[in-house]
């Protein structure tokens, strides 16, 4: 029998974005009208449509690429010895895409938000009256914290309907990362070993029920969490970036975002990538998340090419759905990247057993929010 089917996370995700969007369409028309007439265009030497459109086509094809290459690498990185997950080397690269995702969301997304929503084209009232990127940042790493609590515990609960839970084991023997590595039964805790897979029966005693479901399969469900709500989070910044790289027609600062977002897709694919690996998908949902993964960007950037014509950003309604988009983006990326990923990791049992281990995941998280942050300076 399968895993709990992941539809009801799915329909919390949904409804998120529900909300989110209708709350950004619901603030558009009553600035757009308020704007003046030399924010509804760009101007400056750098300003050239024909010269613009094949480096934005040259960014679709590199942003592509890069972001295959970085979500794909840690999923086949089983044949790769030193990096399954169960080895120390994995450990660090996923601290230093933490590092990464961290440091967008800080750096990139945040400082955006409040450059757009205190743009001097929007109304002095409310928006340079309240700190609104801050606020809606917060309210959505609370909203994000409420998904991934109300996630796991749905997924908690299905473990104790009285239904084995089948969860595949690795061909790659025991792995510390997942918990569920192994073929040794546990008749005490519920957990048993059967042919090739685990699998977990509630109908024991409740004591023996909650040891497995705070076990090896609620270590897996909260990896699936993990990474759903963490690809969330990227999908709706990687569009959001890709929509203002495609409508904008400044060459001078386009080529400065291709080479930054090359790195930024390539490397925050791999915290991702990684999150996929641990989640012990089947390969048609890998497939699927790293291909969402992948073309949001280049998508975006189409999109905004074909709206470039009509979509400026510097408007008052580009700004403020863009600056309450990227608010959004930034709380849930944080919030994932310090919850979910770093604290997660460390306070594991692994990190936990070597200070050695762990002196050089801070230097990895370190050196990847560093670099990052650097990117700040072109993108």
């Not at 003046?36 to 449509?49: F, K, L, M």
């Not at 010269?51 to 960014?59: D, E, F, M, Q, S």
């Not at 306070?347 to 670099?371: D, E, F, H, R, T």
Request: net charge positive.
């Amino acid at each position: 029998m399968a895993l709990p089917s992941s539809s009801s996370l799915q329909s919390l995700l949904r409804f998120t974005l529900f909300l989110v969007a209708a709350g950004v369409a619901s603030s558009i028309p009553r600035a757009a009208a308020v704007a003046p007439e030399d924010c509804t265009a760009e101007s400056g030497s750098c300003v050239n449509r024909s010269k613009a459109l094949p480096l934005k086509i040259v960014a679709i094809a590199a942003i592509l690429t890069t972001s295959v290459i970085g979500v794909c690498s840690p999923l086949f990185s089983r044949s790769v010895p030193a990096l399954r997950p169960d080895r120390n080397l994995f450990v660090v690269v996923k601290a230093f895409a933490s590092g990464i995702i961290l440091a967008t969301g800080f750096m990139h997304v945040l400082p955006d938000s409040f450059d757009m929503l205190t743009s001097p084209c929007l109304k002095e009232n409310p928006w340079h009256k309240f700190p609104f990127p801050g606020f809606v940042a917060m309210f959505s790493a609370i909203i994000t914290l409420m998904v991934d609590s109300m996630a796991t515990s749905l997924y908690s609960k299905k473990m104790r309907t009285g239904k084995p839970v089948v969860i595949p084991a690795s061909n790659d023997g025991p792995s510390s990362g997942n918990g569920v590595g192994g073929g040794h039964g546990d008749s005490e805790s519920g957990f048993h070993f059967h042919g090739g897979h685990h699998h977990f029966h509630a109908g024991g005693p409740k004591d023996d029920e909650a040891t497995a479901v705070t076990g090896g399969g609620s270590q897996l469900l909260r990896y699936r969490v993990v990474a759903m709500v963490l690809e969330l989070g990227i999908v709706v910044h990687s569009v959001v970036i890709g929509l203002s790289l495609g409508a904008s027609n400044n060459v001078c600062t386009i080529k400065g975002l291709v080479a930054a977002l090359c790195f930024h897709q390539m490397f925050e694919g791999m915290g991702l990538g990684g999150c996929i690996l641990q989640a012990e998908y089947k390969w048609l949902k890998k497939a699927v998340m790293a291909f969402f993964f992948s073309v949001t960007t280049p998508a975006g950037i189409a999109l905004g090419i074909g709206l470039s014509t009509t979509y400026k950003d510097n408007s008052p309604a580009a700004l403020i759905t863009v600056g309450l988009l990227n608010a959004c983006s930034a709380g849930l990326l944080i919030y994932m990247a310090l919850v979910d990923l770093l604290a997660a990791e460390f306070m594991g049992p692994k990190l936990q057993g070597s200070i050695n281990l762990q002196v050089k995941c801070y230097a990895a998280v370190l050196l990847g929010a560093g670099g990052m942050a650097l990117m700040a300076k072109w993108a």
